[in-house]
């Protein structure tokens, strides 16, 4: 059976810099672009950062330098009401739509008012283990990214999640979580609830930091499904890791790389975009199932191209076939040349001119 075709996620994110318009056109540009699914970040900014939070050094380059952290999100915040807007128009658009929660309010948000039954986990919160919890107790998939962890952060991340999937009255903390994760009936509860998102959290993201090889290495430490947040700059490496094996593909998406904001520039506009989807879903059909077969396409050329035992030089019936007079030639429809040295020294049934396939 054929794999799955990879579930593309257009992160819109903050990308329409506050304003619901924007948002809403972001959502027509995943539809038209072909993604699976459009994504937000929604929170507040009061609730994640302090006054004195420092930007990152991407952001200090791509927003006013003078401009805090606390005040840049604040300005890229969504009122709720826009967040229900979105949700209509990407099913008005049939494209799925997903939310990060940054905060618990917004978490409660997504899962009491949108409905919505998965959400995604970002980076910076894999070790956030009561928003984890949150998530887990709420009955959501998870879509969990590892930008910036190691295997054992991501261990104790999944084992909040296997936890909260099943507490049965214990309490939560770190032996409890260890105990759920450690537990393979807890553990089994995340194989059909849970994706990981390798991911390299620098914007962009440089080819050397990347290492798509993890993505094979958090699939056979874990056992779930496993795809890639990309960060990096063009769609190269996004459709390598596709055919690395990713199940999911996750990439930003912007109306215009040259608008001033912290994602923008490590961004995709819409034509590429849309080009990137086209190259992915190129790569799912040539992914297959794995299995060595001759192919339909190319069952027509098995006689054209292979080659049967023909005669080198005219053959006289009972002279006893040799390397002298036996070949290998075009059409493939004849004798195998696996049976050239079986031939050898056994006298030929009939007369045969050069070129005729050889018989028995």
Known sequence: ????????????????????????????????????????????AGAISS??????????????????????????????????????????????????????A???????????????IGSGDLTNAPLLLDAARAGTDVILSTGMSRLDEIEHALGVLAFGNAEAGTAPGALAFKAAWANPL???TLRDRVVLLHCTTEYPAPPESINLLAIDTL????????????????TEVAIAAVARGASMLEKHLTLDRSRPGPDHAASLEPAAFAAMVAAVRTIDLALGDGAKVVQAAERGNVAVVR???????AIRAGELYSEQNLTCKRPGHGMSPYRLWDLYGKPAPRDFEPDDLIEE
């Not at 080659?307 to 030089?313: G, W």
């Open 307 to 313: 080659k049967s035992l023909v005669a080198r030089v």
């Open 51 to 104: 006054a004195a939070a420092p930007k990152a050094q991407y952001q200090l380059s791509t927003t006013d330098s003078a401009e805090t952290a606390h005040d840049m999100l604040a300005a890229l915040e969504l009122p709720l009401d826009g967040f229900f807007k979105l949700k209509e128009r990407a099913t008005a658009r049939k494209i799925d739509f997903l939310c990060t929660p940054f905060d618990h």
């Open 219 to 234: 699939r056979e430490a874990f056992g779930l499904a496993v795809g890639y947040s990309d960060h990096s700059e063009g």
């Open 1 to 44: 059976m054929s794999r799955r075709p990879t579930y593309i996620i257009a992160e819109a994110g903050v990308n329409h810099d506050g304003d619901v318009g924007d948002a809403l056109r972001l959502v027509d540009a995943a539809a038209d672009c072909g993604a699976d699914c459009v994504k937000f970040q929604i929170f507040s």
């Open 186 to 188: 807890r553990r089994a």
């Open 106 to 120: 917004s978490l409660r948000f997504l899962v009491d008012e949108l409905r919505l039954k998965t959400i995604k």
